[in-house]
């Protein structure tokens, strides 16, 4: 049986914000390329194909765009948790042998679409399936995630504040990325005063929505000599689904990373007091609160505490734990599922890439060796988890 390790080598974005003049599949080739000249390597090498989102045929559609002909795809398709998923898939095919270098991209025109009236703001899943019980409430998706934070409020003492903590610091992280949409620094109260669109969220508790493309290639051990970059190697991964029907979910204070997390640490023989930092999917500030909880970073309940601004944990500069270190979906970029953008930044954090302004630190004042990635997806129905290692 083939057991090789696993690395990522390539890792890149597209033009992301607002980006008016091209098209989704323009994005997922800017960022492909972008990536492979990161690595070093040439289109050539990749084998391994995966993307969601894009086309009826995901990702045959994208690949035939891209000029690839790959003998190994994935489309697995979980809403933001996706690219960490995806990854887990990718690491396992390496592994085993049956694929050498996988390729993931993702690209979105989401901003540019609702201001040409190409779709509206409001996205939905259907009222097919299990949807049909909760849809003609109107129950949306927000709603969902709004739902969930009050019960955490009610259960656990959780105040507006703190969840408006996050936001808070993830501004501050924005502020230090030039390519951050959003960098004017923002307070817990400007947060509470924003417009109100699903109590207990105000709009600043919100992601926000702009256009880009990711992209992340990752290649079995012997092909790391060839690369330019150093390897980010994959230590651990894990998935999780949890429900569709909020009926069906036990417990609205648990997100699936409570598994994915647990196992994605398990197999890599590390725990999560050992990372450096975490970049977790954050379409929402309770997303951000109740992740740090279900991955081990505090115990349950104890997230309002942990995050709050004052303590400045989540800031990249002086924090204990610095969380979204590129401003995360709440004030870099978040063009969908964005899954993707996590596994970049935490690769070009670990590799030392994004300058010495907004850089983490171990505490020894060395560069990070260890970081975790953890997407959502749906309202909170799936999780992956990825731990990830410097060279």
């Known amino acids: 049986m083939v057991s090789r390790k696993v690395a990522i080598v390539g890792v890149a974005l597209s033009d992301c914000g607002r980006v008016d003049d091209v098209t989704p599949y323009a994005l997922h080739a ?41 003998t190994w795809v994935d489309s697995t398709s979980v809403g933001g948790s996706t690219w960490e998923v995806m990854a887990a898939h990718a690491a396992d095919a390496i592994a085993a042998g049956h694929a050498n270098a996988v390729l993931l991209v993702y690209g979105s025109t989401a901003r540019a679409d609702v201001k040409a009236g190409r779709r509206t703001g409001n996205l939905s899943f259907g009222a097919r399936g299990p949807l049909q019980f909760e849809v003609p409430y109107g129950h949306t998706l927000i ?8 019960r955490h409020m ?20 924005a502020a230090l990325n030039p390519e951050a949409m959003f960098r004017t620094p923002i307070t817990v109260d400007e947060v509470l005063d924003g417009p109100m669109i699903a109590d207990p969220f105000t709009k600043l508790h919100c992601c926000l929505r702009s256009d880009g493309g990711a992209a992340v290639l990752l290649v079995a051990e012997e092909y790391v000599r060839d690369c330019r970059t ?15 029907s ?16 647990r196992i994605a640490f398990e197999r ?21 609160l109740v992740t740090l909880e279900d991955l081990g970073f505090c115990g349950k309940g104890e997230g309002g505490p942990f995050v709050e601004a004052a303590k400045g944990r989540l800031k990249v500069a002086g924090g204990e734990l610095p969380v979204n270190t590129d401003g995360g979906g709440l004030s870099a970029q978040h063009p969908g599922m964005r899954g993707l953008f996590l596994l970049v930044e935490a690769v070009r ?43």
């Open 30 to 70: 800017q960022a492909a390329r972008r990536a492979l000249a990161d690595s070093g390597l040439g289109r050539e090498v990749v084998d391994g194909f995966a993307s969601a989102g894009l086309g009826t045929l995901a990702p045959a559609e994208v690949a035939e765009y891209l000029g690839l002909r790959p």
């Open 230 to 244: 150093r390897p980010v190697w994959v230590l651990g991964t894990g998935e999780h689904v949890s429900h569709v």
């Open 143 to 150: 709603a969902k995630y709004a739902m969930a934070a009050r």
């Open 349 to 391: 954090q670990l590799r030392g890439d994004v300058g010495e302004t907004r850089q983490v630190r171990a505490g020894d004042g060395q560069l990070p060796r260890l970081a975790v990635a953890s997407g959502t997806g749906g309202w909170f129905c799936s999780s992956g988890t990825v731990v990830l290692a410097a060279d």
């Open 268 to 288: 890599a023989g590390v725990g999560p007091e050992e990372m450096d930092f975490a970049e977790i999917y954050d379409a929402f500030t309770y997303m951000t």
């Open 154 to 173: 009610h259960q656990y003492g959780t105040t507006i504040e703190q969840l408006a903590s996050v936001a808070v610091q993830a501004r501050a992280n």
């Open 246 to 261: 909020m009926s069906e979910w036990d417990d609205f204070t648990v997100s699936p990373a409570a598994v994915s997390g």
